[in-house]
């Protein structure tokens, strides 16, 4: 208190008034101050009493906090001005400064505020851009009044029985597209930080949560998944989707784990969910419950198998990947067309051959007509080029049921609905067009047929509108006719009163549902309803019958056997003069087969998209893994070439990596290109050879390995030289393909046996193992491109899925055939090869290379930095015979090490090793003072532009692609030497 009273005390200082003779002669000039600060004052109080009505006002209204500082601020403001004025009388100088100590503070709190609202502000939208998202809104509402108006109008002029079910029949090609995108997922929301803000039914069914249960709850919680056979949680597609910003699809052989313990089986994918700006505000996730398509994929699967057995025998010209495909596109009753983007012909099934009278081979678009004519919907007018569906798809149009007649030129005529549209690669770039056709000739036959009676009926009607008696004779008669039509057509059919009660159903109800008129009568139709949909059906229906509205909706049915099947149900009311609604008449229409036909061709599609993908990840992975083993034989066949021995076993181990050598250029040769592997473009350079030749080079390639696995290898070959008609090469890679299968697929210490024996004018070679084995369902895939039994990463061993493959092309293009066999897993495998042998004849000896003797070069000090311990020891043994200083490390950190004590002058680095890759060691080098000067080559299997590029900002000098050539290293380092 004492404090706030000296506050307030004015002794010492005088007041204003007695501050000098200048006010006292001119008093006018201090009663300006006085009057101006009180104005001041006056004004400073009345903003803040406005902003806090304003506030009061507007209780949504932002930035309350700058609001109410901005107020503080206006306040402190003019009471300075009233102290100023006060003091002229009573000179309160202490509190005068501490008012205005307090008014700094706040005026700084306050710019502190608005520069942290500042931008904010900056990012709300603009009123014009308000306005305009208004307007375009309120045009969208008005085009949408002016369309259910008309609606309604057409409505109004079908209220006939008989012409409402013309009105179905047109309606059903509409509603064809909407009603197969719609389908009854599961579907979760989250936010950015992965808790969950959304569940609908299914979803709550399937996971056991409810939504109010779920809101806020980790996504990893509520939807917990694990791999089937394995057991392990797998990575959250949603999550990726968070992280990534991608569309995530999740890995096949996931289960969902619910609350309540119960697991299912599931299909989903994940897609982040954006904000106005771009940013990623969460993630929607959408699965379903596919236990039934699993046990109808298994069944499938079964039945394909034996169905692609009898297919491979009579069509090994067509492409190991294209061989499920093509089976079931000829199985399908559905014609499947499909061109290039020069719209050439590339894919036609069965159905379609039928259609147009087509043949195999591709047909240019100019040739078409010399095989079919084409005509519109009525049969009668041709169709242009340009109208032709598939060019119709291929210039970017959706296609849904277009109608057209198709002649053969030997065959009917025939009435097909077309559905398609254009397909694009991951770059948006146009590849072709697809197009599905069923053949629709008798539905149509079915419609003209209804039309006829249907004109038939309302011309006796008109006939018999004379008199009442007459009439109402006529209108029980057309009453049968109705019964009788409507007994006889596909769809269930049924009537209710004016309040959704149903009393009648034609018969094709009772067959398909097994119930009778009395369960059926009123609301009795609930029962055979799927309790997951009936909830939704029912309320949806009361609305439309309380409205007076047309109703549709797609929802399941139970046949009498138990089986739920899906149906297009709609249902228009029947109104007298006055539009008082007397009765409902409705359909149900099975349009199960065509969910089933949607879901296949999305299929087809993704099965075509995930082809290409892996081809195209395949090429890549090949082009670096294929250069790391050249690498060793190349440096290693260099170093004898400069040790210059005479000695024979010198001259046998150059001869070997010489062969070894060739062997990989080859395989390199052929392996970068997979089309010509599925294409059967591989080439043969036959001649004859032992097969002892063969197996022995086949285990001398694969014998590092299998020692690596520490595996027991017994190979029994028979006493008497056997020879084949055989390419040396090809064939050895064939048995060393199927010793490093067994080695990889067997657990460490296993057994391996390769034997060989001759039957009559054949040779029979086995590989055994005692291995992981091959499950049944896989033994019939073994062989087919890309293809690896086990993709667990606790069984991974590596691989493109394309050795089998060459083993199988191998051996069929040398006469043989190969076979695997196994009684499941753990059981081992036993994979068998019969081949043609041949008489013998003389062979040629093959001369010997020249060796090159070393020269005097220049001595340098270089590390080797490489985690294949082969490629480091015969690099840096080629480099150490050249006469330089040699040091070797085997990761980035072993790497980083060696340089800061060796110092060496060059630094061969490859990029990907273990600890600390190449990139990394090379940054790590540069930042030390000692490292600047150091010339470091990257030295690696990755060669493309974007991977040179990445080692000259990692701060690389050079860049060189695995094998290296000696000649051009050993100029490298001279130049090195000069430069320096």
Same mark, same amino acid.
Request: hydrophobic share 45%; net charge negative.
């Given at each position: 208190?004492?404090?706030?009273?000296?506050?307030?005390?004015?002794?010492?200082?005088?007041?204003?008034?007695?501050?000098?003779?200048?006010?006292?002669?001119?008093?006018?000039?201090?009663?300006?101050?006085?009057?101006?600060?009180?104005?001041?004052?006056?004004?400073?109080?009345?903003?803040?009493?406005?902003?806090?009505?304003?506030?009061?006002?507007?209780?949504?209204?932002?930035?309350?906090?700058?609001?109410?500082?901005?107020?503080?601020?206006?306040?402190?403001?003019?009471?300075?001005?009233?102290?100023?004025?006060?003091?002229?009388?009573?000179?309160?100088?202490?509190?005068?400064?501490?008012?205005?100590?307090?008014?700094?503070?706040?005026?700084?709190?306050?710019?502190?505020?608005?520069?942290?609202?500042?931008?904010?502000?900056?990012?709300?939208?603009?009123?014009?851009?308000?306005?305009?998202?208004?307007?375009?809104?309120?045009?969208?509402?008005?085009?949408?009044?002016?369309?259910?108006?008309?609606?309604?109008?057409?409505?109004?002029?079908?209220?006939?029985?008989?012409?409402?079910?013309?009105?179905?029949?047109?309606?059903?090609?509409?509603?064809?597209?909407?009603?197969?995108?719609?389908?009854?997922?599961?579907?979760?929301?989250?936010?950015?930080?992965?808790?969950?803000?959304?569940?609908?039914?299914?979803?709550?069914?399937?996971?056991?949560?409810?939504?109010?249960?779920?809101?806020?709850?980790?996504?990893?919680?509520?939807?917990?998944?694990?791999?089937?056979?394995?057991?392990?949680?797998?990575?959250?597609?949603?999550?990726?989707?968070?992280?990534?910003?991608?569309?995530?699809?999740?890995?096949?052989?996931?289960?969902?784990?619910?609350?309540?313990?119960?697991?299912?089986?599931?299909?989903?994918?994940?897609?982040?969910?954006?904000?106005?700006?771009?940013?990623?505000?969460?993630?929607?996730?959408?699965?379903?419950?596919?236990?039934?398509?699993?046990?109808?994929?298994?069944?499938?699967?079964?039945?394909?198998?034996?169905?692609?057995?009898?297919?491979?025998?009579?069509?090994?010209?067509?492409?190991?990947?294209?061989?499920?495909?093509?089976?079931?596109?000829?199985?399908?009753?559905?014609?499947?067309?499909?061109?290039?983007?020069?719209?050439?012909?590339?894919?036609?099934?069965?159905?379609?051959?039928?259609?147009?009278?087509?043949?195999?081979?591709?047909?240019?678009?100019?040739?078409?007509?010399?095989?079919?004519?084409?005509?519109?919907?009525?049969?009668?007018?041709?169709?242009?080029?340009?109208?032709?569906?598939?060019?119709?798809?291929?210039?970017?149009?959706?296609?849904?049921?277009?109608?057209?007649?198709?002649?053969?030129?030997?065959?009917?005529?025939?009435?097909?609905?077309?559905?398609?549209?254009?397909?694009?690669?991951?770059?948006?770039?146009?590849?072709?067009?697809?197009?599905?056709?069923?053949?629709?000739?008798?539905?149509?036959?079915?419609?003209?047929?209804?039309?006829?009676?249907?004109?038939?009926?309302?011309?006796?009607?008109?006939?018999?509108?004379?008199?009442?008696?007459?009439?109402?004779?006529?209108?029980?008669?057309?009453?049968?006719?109705?019964?009788?039509?409507?007994?006889?057509?596909?769809?269930?059919?049924?009537?209710?009163?004016?309040?959704?009660?149903?009393?009648?159903?034609?018969?094709?109800?009772?067959?398909?549902?097994?119930?009778?008129?009395?369960?059926?009568?009123?609301?009795?139709?609930?029962?055979?309803?799927?309790?997951?949909?009936?909830?939704?059906?029912?309320?949806?229906?009361?609305?439309?019958?309380?409205?007076?509205?047309?109703?549709?909706?797609?929802?399941?049915?139970?046949?009498?056997?138990?089986?739920?099947?899906?149906?297009?149900?709609?249902?228009?009311?029947?109104?007298?003069?006055?539009?008082?609604?007397?009765?409902?008449?409705?359909?149900?229409?099975?349009?199960? /087969?065509?969910?089933?036909?949607?879901?296949?061709?999305?299929?087809?599609?993704?099965?075509?998209?995930?082809?290409?993908?892996?081809?195209?990840?395949?090429?890549?992975?090949?082009?670096?893994?294929?250069?790391?083993?050249?690498?060793?034989?190349?440096?290693?066949?260099?170093?004898?070439?400069?040790?210059?021995?005479?000695?024979?076993?010198?001259?046998?181990?150059?001869?070997?990596?010489?062969?070894?050598?060739?062997?990989?250029?080859?395989?390199?040769?052929?392996?970068?290109?997979?089309?010509?592997?599925?294409?059967?473009?591989?080439?043969?350079?036959?001649?004859?050879?032992?097969?002892?030749?063969?197996?022995?080079?086949?285990?001398?390639?694969?014998?590092?390995?299998?020692?690596?696995?520490?595996?027991?290898?017994?190979?029994?070959?028979?006493?008497?030289?056997?020879?084949?008609?055989?390419?040396?090469?090809?064939?050895?890679?064939?048995?060393?393909?199927?010793?490093?299968?067994?080695?990889?697929?067997?657990?460490?210490?296993?057994?391996?046996?390769?034997?060989? /024996?001759?039957?009559?004018?054949?040779?029979?070679?086995?590989?055994?193992?005692?291995?992981?084995?091959?499950?049944?369902?896989?033994?019939?895939?073994?062989?087919?491109?890309?293809?690896?039994?086990?993709?667990?990463?606790?069984?991974?061993?590596?691989?493109?899925?394309?050795?089998?493959?060459?083993?199988?092309?191998?051996?069929?293009?040398?006469?043989?055939?190969?076979?695997?066999?196994?009684?499941?897993?753990?059981?081992?495998?036993?994979?068998?090869?019969?081949?043609?042998?041949?008489?013998?004849?003389?062979?040629?000896?093959?001369?010997?290379?020249?060796?090159?003797?070393?020269?005097?070069?220049?001595?340098?000090?270089?590390?080797?930095?490489?985690?294949?311990?082969?490629?480091?020891?015969?690099?840096?043994?080629?480099?150490?015979?050249?006469?330089?200083?040699?040091?070797?490390?085997?990761?980035?950190?072993?790497?980083?090490?060696?340089?800061?004590?060796?110092?060496?002058?060059?630094?061969?680095?490859?990029?990907?090793?273990?600890?600390?890759?190449?990139?990394?060691?090379?940054?790590?080098?540069?930042?030390?003072?000692?490292?600047?000067?150091?010339?470091?080559?990257?030295?690696?299997?990755?060669?493309?532009?974007?991977?040179?590029?990445?080692?000259? /900002?990692?701060?690389?000098?050079?860049?060189?692609?695995?094998?290296?050539?000696?000649?051009?290293?050993?100029?490298?380092?001279?130049?090195?030497?000069?430069?320096?």
């Amino acid at each position: 208190m004492s404090f706030l009273f000296r506050l307030f005390d004015s002794a010492g200082f005088p007041a204003r008034w007695s501050c000098g003779p200048g006010w006292s002669e001119s008093p006018w000039l201090g009663w300006l101050h006085i009057l101006s600060d009180l104005g001041i004052w006056s004004a400073y109080f009345a903003i803040p009493l406005v902003l806090i009505y304003f506030i009061v006002q507007r209780k949504d209204l932002p930035f309350r906090r700058i609001f109410v500082l901005f107020g503080a601020f206006i306040l402190l403001c003019g009471a300075t001005h009233l102290v100023d004025a006060a003091i002229f009388w009573w000179p309160i100088y202490r509190f005068a400064g501490v008012l205005k100590f307090v008014t700094a503070v706040v005026s700084w709190g306050t710019v502190v505020a608005l520069v942290q609202v500042v931008p904010r502000v900056l990012a709300m939208r603009a009123p014009e851009e308000l306005e305009r998202e208004i307007a375009a809104r309120t045009k969208a509402e008005n085009e949408l009044q002016l369309t259910n108006a008309e609606l309604e109008q057409r409505v109004e002029k079908r209220t006939l029985e008989l012409s409402q079910a013309m009105t179905e029949l047109a309606a059903e090609r509409e509603l064809l597209h909407t009603t197969l995108a719609s389908i009854g997922d599961a579907v979760i929301a989250t936010d950015i930080n992965s808790k969950v803000t959304f569940l609908n039914s299914v979803a709550e069914q399937l996971t056991a949560w409810t939504n109010e249960e779920a809101r806020g709850v980790q996504l990893e919680t509520v939807f917990n998944i694990v791999n089937e056979s394995t057991r392990q949680p797998v990575d959250n597609p949603a999550l990726r989707a968070l992280r990534e910003g991608v569309i995530v699809g999740l890995a096949n052989h996931t289960v969902l784990i619910a609350k309540d313990g119960t697991e299912r089986p599931i299909d989903d994918s994940a897609a982040p969910i954006r904000d106005p700006r771009g940013g990623i505000a969460g993630a929607v996730l959408v699965f379903r419950d596919i236990t039934e398509r699993k046990e109808q994929e298994n069944e499938l699967i079964r039945a394909h198998a034996e169905l692609e057995r009898r297919v491979e025998m009579r069509t090994k010209e067509l492409a190991t990947t294209n061989r499920f495909q093509q089976a079931l596109l000829e199985s399908i009753q559905v014609g499947i067309v499909a061109c290039d983007q020069q719209g050439v012909l590339t894919l036609f099934n069965r159905a379609t051959r039928e259609f147009h009278g087509l043949p195999l081979t591709q047909i240019p678009a100019e040739q078409w007509a010399d095989h079919y004519d084409l005509f519109q919907a009525d049969g009668a007018s041709r169709m242009a080029m340009d109208q032709v569906p598939l060019f119709r798809a291929l210039r970017g149009e959706n296609l849904v049921d277009v109608e057209m007649v198709i002649a053969p030129k030997q065959g009917a005529p025939r009435t097909l609905a077309a559905s398609g549209r254009a397909f694009h690669d991951d770059r948006g770039e146009l590849l072709g067009a697809v197009v599905a056709m069923h053949d629709i000739t008798f539905r149509k036959q079915a419609e003209a047929e209804l039309k006829r009676i249907n004109d038939d009926l309302e011309d006796r009607v008109q006939r018999r509108m004379a008199d009442l008696t007459t009439a109402m004779a006529a209108l029980k008669q057309s009453e049968e006719h109705f019964r009788t039509l409507a007994d006889n057509i596909s769809q269930l059919a049924w009537m209710a009163d004016s309040d959704g009660a149903l009393f009648w159903y034609n018969q094709r109800w009772y067959d398909y549902t097994g119930t009778t008129p009395a369960e059926m009568q009123g609301w009795g139709w609930q029962q055979v309803h799927h309790p997951d949909h009936l909830d939704r059906v029912v309320a949806k229906y009361k609305q439309a019958v309380a409205e007076g509205e047309q109703w549709e909706d797609t929802f399941p049915l139970r046949s009498k056997e138990g089986e739920y099947r899906w149906f297009l149900s709609r249902a228009v009311p029947i109104r007298d003069e006055t539009g008082r609604v007397l009765h409902w008449f409705g359909t149900n229409t099975d349009v199960t /087969e065509q969910r089933k036909m949607a879901d296949e061709l999305r299929q087809l599609a993704a099965d075509l998209s995930e082809a290409d993908r892996r081809k195209d990840e395949f090429l890549a992975t090949l082009a670096h893994e294929l250069r790391n083993p050249l690498a060793p034989i190349s440096n290693g066949l260099q170093v004898l070439k400069i040790a210059g021995s005479a000695d024979s076993t010198v001259i046998q181990t150059r001869t070997m990596m010489e062969r070894q050598l060739g062997q990989m250029v080859r395989l390199v040769d052929d392996l970068l290109d997979v089309s010509r592997i599925t294409r059967n473009k591989l080439e043969l350079r036959k001649d004859r050879v032992e097969l002892a030749t063969v197996i022995s080079s086949a285990v001398e390639t694969s014998r590092p390995l299998i020692e690596s696995c520490g595996h027991n290898l017994t190979v029994e070959m028979p006493s008497e030289p056997i020879l084949l008609d055989a390419d040396l090469v090809r064939l050895a890679q064939v048995f060393s393909n199927l010793l490093n299968n067994a080695a990889k697929y067997t657990t460490r210490g296993g057994k391996i046996q390769l034997h060989a /024996e001759r039957r009559g004018d054949e040779v029979v070679v086995t590989v055994t193992d005692n291995g992981l084995g091959i499950p049944a369902a896989m033994l019939p895939k073994v062989f087919d491109m890309f293809t690896q039994v086990d993709r667990t990463l606790e069984r991974a061993q590596g691989g493109l899925g394309i050795g089998l493959t060459l083993v199988r092309r191998l051996v069929d293009m040398h006469g043989g055939t190969v076979t695997a066999l196994s009684e499941g897993d753990d059981r081992g495998s036993v994979f068998t090869v019969r081949l043609p042998v041949v008489d013998p004849i003389a062979k040629k000896a093959a001369p010997a290379a020249a060796i090159k003797s070393a020269s005097n070069r220049p001595k340098r000090k270089i590390l080797v930095a490489d985690d294949n311990v082969d490629s480091a020891t015969s690099l840096s043994l080629m480099l150490k015979y050249m006469g330089n200083e040699m040091r070797m490390a085997h990761d980035g950190l072993q790497a980083v090490a060696a340089a800061e004590e060796f110092r060496p002058e060059v630094i061969l680095l490859d990029i990907g090793m273990p600890n600390l890759n190449g990139y990394e060691a090379c940054r790590r080098i540069r930042e030390q003072e000692w490292g600047k000067k150091i010339y470091l080559v990257a030295l690696t299997g990755w060669g493309q532009d974007e991977d040179r590029q990445r080692s000259k /900002e990692a701060g690389f000098n050079y860049h060189l692609v695995k094998p290296v050539d000696p000649g051009m290293l050993e100029k490298l380092l001279n130049s090195l030497v000069v430069n320096s």
